[in-house]
Nanobody, 126 residues
Framework: QVQLVESGGGLVQPGGSLRLSCAASGSIFSINAMGWYRQAPGKQRELVAA???????IYADSVKGRFTISRDNAKHTVYLQMNSLKPEDTAVYYC????????????????????WGQGTQVTVSS
């Protein structure tokens, strides 16, 4: 059974930072790239960042230089360090294993599962 548990969201002022975590089932984590996605109200879900099992990373243009994705293979956890947050980063953030190189809207790591966890809300507001 797929388990994806996101955490670490919250309310932060513009310019602030948050670190998101996603704990995944070991069986799916070790063999897949992992992606962070987000969905803002009234918008489609989009790929924010992804990390290959070998450590290569990709980012949406809107977050390059501000967000950093990383993974701890021993803990089956993927992280998203978000700095210099902007109001437009406000969204529910989700993780999912993803198919490296496969298009998902404007990104290139398509989610493996139709199942999504509960997500974690990030709100950037003064």
């Amino acid at each position: 059974q797929v388990q994806l548990v996101e955490s670490g969201g919250g309310l932060v002022q513009p310019g602030g930072s948050l670190r998101l975590s996603c704990a995944a089932s070991g069986s799916i984590f070790s063999i897949n790239a992992m992606g962070w996605y987000r969905q803002a109200p009234g918008k489609q879900r989009e790929l924010v960042a992804a990390i290959h099992t070998g450590g290569s990373t990709i980012y949406a243009d809107s977050v390059k230089g501000r967000f950093t994705i990383s993974r701890d293979n021993a803990k089956h956890t993927v992280y998203l360090q978000m700095n210099s947050l902007k109001p437009e980063d406000t969204a529910v953030y989700y993780c999912n294993p993803c198919l490296w190189g496969n298009y998902y809207r404007a990104g290139r790591c398509a989610p493996v599962y139709d199942y999504w966890g509960q997500g974690t809300q990030v709100t950037v507001s003064s």
